[in-house]
């Protein structure tokens, strides 16, 4: 439920309104916009009368959210959320890329590219540490000496660094270490790490579940939010389907759904999208045109020898004409980049 109230509502009345209802047990999310402020009610509503409300003069409207997602829903927070990354705002008017190669694999590889990818006009480093892999034979990470390397890029180069966290036993590393954690598709739902996430203000970037609907992956943010964190940043990188062409099915619709249901910044990853380098430009020009907040692309100085994923990577000097490309894009938009 949600109370809308009237334009330049004292102080004084909205607070006693907050403090009536956590008397009773709820809690309270604020949205204070430029003219109005939207109290979202969190807890079971079922039992609040909204004509009893209503009784105060300074409330212009009460609504029921149906929605199992509060937090995260825009009807609770109608201005779009900016998550700060290092001094990096994702979700306003500039379109935010990270980029980096897949996995960390040598000094040399993670700085070299890192320096590459700045110059090209990338605004966050992204390189695996620990990687997830269908195949427990397959490479996974260098681990915590990975973590290492990313903050020698961040010292080279300047650039905020984003890399995915695997489980809860790392999280203190984690959040001293790194700029932005990311959620993997496979721990969407892991909801015990989500939670742990939403008890940190680490931002938090949290890429849709291979199977998982636009609600499903509001609700996951919703965990992390519901624990106090609103640096939540979501990341559409394509669904499994009967296609098997490509690595995904990249669904851009999601992104235009997440932004009408939610206020959280949406960024596209076209890389793990597609799994295949030519379709990458192409997709991220689609992506940006569609509204995405940014975008995640893997770069790679030598794909051939990459230790994953070198299939969906770019060569750094295809990267930096892309991102000439995007530019183009993001004018026609009224967007930068």
């Known amino acids: 439920m949600i109370i809308v109230m009237k334009p330049n509502a004292p102080v004084e009345e909205r607070d006693r309104i907050i403090s009536r209802l956590q008397e009773r047990g709820y809690k309270i999310d604020i949205s204070a916009g430029n003219q109005r402020t939207i109290l979202g009610i969190i807890g079971d509503t079922s039992v609040l009368n909204p004509h009893d409300l209503m009784v105060n003069d300074w409330i212009e409207k009460v609504m029921r959210v149906e929605e199992p997602f509060k937090r995260a829903n825009r009807a609770f ?27 960390v694999e040598t000094r040399d590889q993670v700085v070299g590219i890192a320096k590459s990818v700045k110059m090209a006009g990338a605004h966050l480093l992204r390189g695996g540490a620990f990687k997830p892999r269908t195949s427990p034979y397959s490479f996974q990470g260098l681990g915590a000496p990975g973590l290492d390397l990313l903050k020698e890029a961040r010292e080279e180069t300047g650039l905020p660094v984003v890399t995915e966290l695997m489980s809860t036993d790392m999280l203190d590393r984690f ?20 939670r742990e996430l939403g008890r940190t203000r680490k931002p938090v970037l949290l890429k ?11 609700m996951s943010a919703e965990y992390i939010m519901a624990e106090g964190n609103p640096n939540v940043v979501l990341c559409e990188r394509g669904i499994r389907t009967f296609e098997d062409y490509t690595r995904n099915t990249l669904d851009l619709s999601a992104v235009l759904a997440a932004k009408k249901l939610s206020h959280l910044p949406v960024v596209v990853d076209p890389s793990h999208a597609a799994g295949l380098w030519w379709m990458v430009p192409q997709l991220a020009k689609a992506a940006v045109a569609a509204g995405a907040d940014g975008l ?21 000097e295809r990267f930096a004409e892309l991102m000439g490309e995007l530019k183009g894009i993001a004018r026609i938009i009224g967007r930068d980049l």
């Open 208 to 218: 849709r579940g291979l199977a998982a609907t636009v609600q499903e992956w509001l």
């Open 296 to 316: 995640l692309i893997e770069v790679h100085n030598d794909p051939e020898k990459a230790l994953c994923d070198g299939a969906q990577s770019l060569k750094p």
């Open 77 to 103: 927070h109608p201005e779009d959320t900016v998550v700060d990354v290092g001094g990096v705002k994702i979700g306003g008017r500039t379109i935010q890329v990270m980029a980096g190669p897949c996995s």
């Open 175 to 194: 959040v001293e270490d790194v700029d932005m954690i990311q959620v993997g598709a496979r721990n969407m739902q892991n909801y015990t790490l989500l």
